[in-house]
C-alpha cells in the first residue's frame, strides 16, 4: 500500500508570508500528526489529528495551525513566518493514534524561510 | 508534560562493537516507548518498541531494556555495521488531556567506523 505523502518537498518563503503543507495518510489511518524537526532538537510535536478533530497541541505559538478532512488527508499552516520556522516539517499516521502502536512518517517538507 | 533526555548526543563506535543509548522520562504514566532510526535524507523508522509491563526486549541484533522504577530505557545494538550509521531517537507515550502524546529525544547520531 502506498505511503504518506507530504507536498511540497522543499519551498522557500520570505519572512511574513504564510505556508501550506499537505500529508495524505496511508489508507485507513485516521491519526495524522505533525513534528517540527531542527538539527539538535529532535522531534517537536505540533499536533496530532483524528477523525477531523484536533486531539492534542504542542507548545507552539498559534500561527501554527491545522486541520484535517473527511478523507484523513490533513494540512497545517503557518502564518508570519519567522526566520527560526526553517525545519524539517514531518507527518506521521497511524492507525488509531493513542501513540501506542507504529507511527508511519512521511518524507517531510523542507521550508527555508529566508 | 512528559520530558524525554536522550544521551549521548553523539557516539562513534569500530565496527564489531555494540553500542548504547540511554534515555530517560519524567512522566511515571508513560506506557510506550519506541524507538526510530533515520538515516541521513530519510524518514524516521521504528526499529523496535517495549510497553511497560516488559522489561526487556529483543529482535535480532537490537535489544530494548526499561527499568520502570528509575523511568529509563535503553537501547543495545550488537555487532553494529556501518548500515547501522544513523540518528535514533527514542520517545515515550504519556497522557495528555483525554489523548496521549509522544514526546521525543534529541536524538543520537551513531556513526559506525570501518
Known amino acids: 500500500k502506498a505511503g504518506v505523502t507530504q507536498t511540497p518537498r522543499y519551498l522557500i518563503k520570505t519572512r511574513g508570508q ?15 500528526s505533525w513534528y517540527q524537526q531542527t538539527p539538535g532538537q529532535g522531534l517537536q510535536f505540533l499536533f496530532e489529528y483524528f477523525s477531523e478533530t484536533q486531539r492534542n497541541k504542542g507548545n507552539f505559538p498559534g500561527r501554527f495551525s491545522g486541520r484535517q478532512f473527511s478523507n484523513s488527508r490533513s494540512e497545517m499552516n503557518v502564518s508570519t513566518l519567522e526566520l527560526g520556522d526553517s525545519a524539517l ?9 493513542g501513540y501506542t502502536g507504529e507511527l508511519f512518517f512521511g518524507e517531510g517538507s523542507r521550508l527555508t524561510v529566508l | 508534560g512528559e520530558n524525554v ?4 548526543s553523539t557516539l562513534s563506535v569500530q565496527e564489531g562493537d555494540s553500542a548504547v543509548i540511554k534515555c530517560t522520562y519524567s512522566d511515571s504514566a508513560s506506557n510506550y516507548f519506541p524507538w526510530y532510526k533515520q538515516e541521513l535524507g530519510k524518514r524516521p523508522q521504528l526499529i523496535i518498541d517495549i510497553r511497560s509491563n516488559v522489561g ?8 530494548v531494556t526499561l527499568n520502570k522504577t528509575a523511568k529509563h530505557f535503553s537501547l543495545h545494538i550488537t555487532e553494529t555495521q556501518p548500515e547501522d550509521s544513523a540518528v535514533y531517537f527514542c520517545a515515550a507515550s504519556s497522557p495528555s488531556g483525554s489523548a496521549r502524546q509522544l514526546t521525543f529525544g534529541s536524538g543520537t547520531q551513531l556513526t559506525v567506523l570501518p
Open chain 1, 18 to 32: 504564510q505556508v501550506t503543507l499537505s500529508c495524505s495518510p496511508i489508507s485507513g489511518h485516521r491519526s495524522v
Open chain 2, 56 to 63: 526487556e526486549k529483543k529482535d535480532q541484533r537490537i535489544a
Open chain 2, 5 to 8: 533526555e536522550q544521551h549521548p
Open chain 1, 89 to 97: 516539517y514531518l507527518c506521521a499516521s497511524n492507525l488509531a493514534g
